[in-house]
T-cell receptor, first 115, second 111 residues
Framework: EAGVAQSPRYKIIEKRQSVAFWCNPI?????LYWYQQILGQGPKLLIQ????????DSQLPKDRFSAERLKGVDSTLKIQPAKLEDSAVYLC?????????????FGNGTRLTVT | GESVGLHLPTLSVQEGDNSIINCAYS??????FIWYKQESGKGPQFIID?????DKRQGQRVTVLLNKTVKHLSLQIAATQPGDSAVYFC??????????FGDGTTLTVKP
């Protein structure tokens, strides 16, 4: 099966600019996640969708980050305005269901550099 | 609060030796414990998981051990190969699907 697709692979922006990332999950996967991975650390959950509804966005900095999954398939994550500390890899993952026994499948991420 | 940590940030082994990567966790309510492998420039890749009611599970060349008494998880890789060089993360996951990742151990395999 095709894996999780993410674009772009790399993005460099100046602080206070905006940026958007796109994710296409594995076909048939109901649950979609966005993670932030700062260099040298493990991924940190930003938001979890079940179909097109938000299940968990408790760690999403809502003053600058937003995400949507309008048709329950593709998703976009936006940052506006970006800060230096947003430099990280943004990983999208999907799973067949949101239950614990359904493993996560990750994309290769978007590496964001904010200067 | 929840936290998942690894004992050592780096591990270097000789090709052909066995590797043991350790992880300590703090959330007794987690239902699954998972090991991921992350190669440079790629996303984490699922290796193996274990349910909280088990203490050992084996896969191909890998074994995960769970000690709930001391809240300790380990990943054993048999006959380590150069292709095993990567960052390894442990994660804990609830039945509701909430995952928490540790900070990773970088495994280097010397030829």
């Amino acid at each position: 099966e095709a894996g999780v697709a993410q674009s772009p692979r790399y993005k460099i922006i100046e602080k206070r600019q905006s940026v958007a990332f796109w994710c296409n999950p594995i076909s048939g996967h109901a649950t979609l996640y966005w993670y932030q991975q700062i260099l040298g650390q493990g991924p940190k959950l930003l938001i979890q969708f079940q179909n097109n509804g938000v299940v968990d966005d408790s760690q999403l900095p809502k003053d600058r980050f937003s995400a949507e999954r309008l048709k329950g398939v593709d998703s976009t994550l936006k940052i506006q305005p970006a800060k230096l500390e947003d430099s990280a890899v943004y990983l999208c993952a999907s799973s067949r269901s949101g239950q614990g026994n359904s493993p996560l499948h990750f994309g290769n991420g978007t590496r964001l550099t904010v200067t | 609060g929840e936290s998942v940590g690894l004992h050592l940030p780096t591990l270097s082994v000789q090709e052909g030796d066995n590797s043991i990567i350790n992880c300590a966790y703090s959330n007794s309510a987690s239902d699954y414990f998972i090991w991921y492998k992350q190669e440079s420039g790629k996303g984490p890749q699922f290796i193996i998981d274990i349910r909280s009611n088990m203490d050992k599970r084996q896969g191909q060349r890998v074994t995960v051990l769970l000690n709930k008494t001391v809240k300790h998880l380990s990943l054993q890789i048999a006959a380590t190969q150069p292709g095993d060089s990567a960052v390894y993360f442990c994660a804990e996951r609830t039945n509701a699907g909430k995952s928490t990742f540790g900070d990773g151990t970088t495994l280097t395999v010397k030829p």
